[in-house]
């Protein structure tokens, strides 16, 4: 199984962004396993830390999951 990071490993990371990155990498995982409130809870924690695209994405797909279609 591959996972996108939020950022290329080369890249130096604030703490944030390493803290959000293994939130995300966690929701993903939760995700792929369709453990769709799991997914959303570490997807909503991620983007609390880092507002970032990827997170956003993951959100909305999360909320389609969840049939929750008007915060997706």
């Known amino acids: 199984m591959t ?4 950022a290329p490993a080369s890249d130096a990371q604030t703490p944030e962004e390493v ?3 293994l939130l995300y990498t ?4 939760a995700f792929d396993a ?3 409130a799991e997914a959303l809870t570490l997807f909503q924690q991620a983007y609390e830390v ?3 695209d990827f997170i956003r994405f ?4 999360t909320h389609a999951a ?3 279609c008007e915060k997706a």
């Open 3 to 6: 996972v996108t990071a939020l």
């Open 19 to 21: 803290a959000a990155n």
């Open 26 to 29: 966690d929701g993903k995982a």
């Open 34 to 36: 369709e453990r769709f």
């Open 50 to 52: 880092l507002q970032n």
């Open 58 to 61: 993951n959100l909305g797909r």
């Open 66 to 68: 969840l049939g929750q």
